[in-house]
């Protein structure tokens, strides 16, 4: 089996940014920034399909994202280089998988392997002045693996995991962006896995109890600021347990059940007059609520 398309783009914007306050030391004249651009996005698609329970599968691709403006930001303390645009970056995708069923559909797998080349890449920069701007990073790479597994235990019980690995890197220095051949790709954890435990009950009519306990786990990642702070990796746990119907459901839920504090992100100063302050973010800590949900 056979898919082939295309896309054809096309784009056309105007913009006028300012930026004021304290935090910008007074008021920066209005910046006036036009871009343009077109072109195609193909597509092709290869599956082999022997049977209802295995697919092998090749695709490759093609993805675009538009460039666009900056706000500006004040120089001093922030590098008089920055840019006051930023161009489109794009990328071409191969990958290769299969999709595997067993036992009567009690056991399904699915794995890829792929392998990215990305072009002009969107990079936010944060030089410790207290703004970011975004900045057009060279070239990069990634390649790696996906695997996902599902299994049903028991009847009403499912165990559904999947994983990868990502190895990203820079294959271009770019000084602006604080970017150096070889180094990690920004923002890109190398290992990633989210494990779901799910049990279902059928109840009176058509109402079923649903308990579901999940944990998702973030492997460590490169921060945007020209330090290249390193942030740990995390994992975080979930509960939730309800009743659900056709046309509605109730639930009480537990996030983050073992109230782990995960860093997000650093980015450096707080502002060009406060620069004695990190600037963090952090996930939110266990939190325990009621939610309903109808179908309208």
């Known amino acids: 089996k056979a898919t082939v398309g295309a896309r054809y783009y096309t784009y056309h914007?105007?913009?006028?940014?300012?930026?004021?306050?304290?935090?910008?030391?007074?008021?920066?004249?209005?910046?006036?920034?036009?871009a343009s651009n077109s072109g195609v996005t193909p597509k092709l698609n290869l599956a082999y399909i022997p049977d209802e329970n295995t697919t092998v599968y090749g695709t490759v691709s093609k993805g675009f994202r538009p460039g666009g403006p900056n706000s500006p930001i004040p120089s001093p303390p922030c590098p008089a280089t920055a840019p006051?645009?930023?161009?489109?970056?794009?990328?071409?995708?191969?990958?290769?998988?299969?999709?595997?069923?067993?036992l009567g559909g009690?056991?399904?797998?699915?794995?890829?392997?792929?392998?990215?080349?990305?072009?002009?890449?969107?990079?936010?920069?944060?030089?410790?002045?207290?703004?970011?701007?975004?900045?057009?990073?060279?070239?990069?790479?990634?390649?790696?693996?996906?695997?996902?597994?599902?299994?049903?235990?028991?009847?009403g019980l499912v165990?559904?995991?999947?994983?990868?690995?990502?190895?990203?890197?820079?294959?271009?220095?770019?000084?602006?962006?604080?970017?150096?051949?070889?180094?990690?790709?920004?923002?890109?954890?190398?290992?990633?896995?989210?494990?779901?435990?799910t049990y279902r009950r059928p109840l009176a009519g058509t109402m079923s109890f649903v308990a579901r306990l999940n944990n998702s786990y973030v492997g460590s990642i490169e921060d945007i600021t020209f330090t290249r702070n390193t942030l740990p990796s995390y994992d975080l746990a979930g509960l939730r347990l309800g009743v659900e119907d056709k046309s509605w459901s109730a639930s009480l839920f537990v996030d983050n059940l073992t109230n782990k504090k995960a860093l997000l992100s650093d980015t450096g100063a707080l502002s060009a007059n406060i620069s004695i302050f990190n600037r963090i973010a952090?996930?939110?800590?266990?939190?325990?609520?009621?939610?309903?949900?109808?179908?309208f």
């Open 159 to 197: 165990l559904s995991q999947n994983a990868s690995y990502t190895h990203a890197t820079n294959t271009t220095s770019v000084p602006l962006a604080g970017v150096v051949a070889g180094q990690r790709l920004l923002d890109v954890p190398q290992a990633t896995a989210n494990t779901n435990l």
């Open 84 to 102: 006051t645009q930023f161009g489109p970056d794009s990328v071409w995708n191969y990958e290769l998988g299969e999709k595997l069923r067993f």
């Open 13 to 34: 914007s105007n913009s006028v940014t300012s930026v004021s306050g304290v935090s910008a030391n007074g008021t920066s004249a209005p910046l006036y920034g036009r």
């Open 106 to 155: 009690r056991v399904s797998i699915a794995g890829d392997v792929f392998y990215i080349d990305w072009s002009s890449v969107q990079q936010q920069v944060a030089p410790g002045c207290g703004f970011k701007f975004t900045a057009n990073a060279g070239k990069a790479r990634a390649y790696g693996a996906e695997l996902e597994i599902g299994l049903i235990l028991a009847p």
């Open 282 to 295: 952090t996930n939110q800590p266990r939190t325990a609520g009621v939610d309903a949900t109808y179908k």
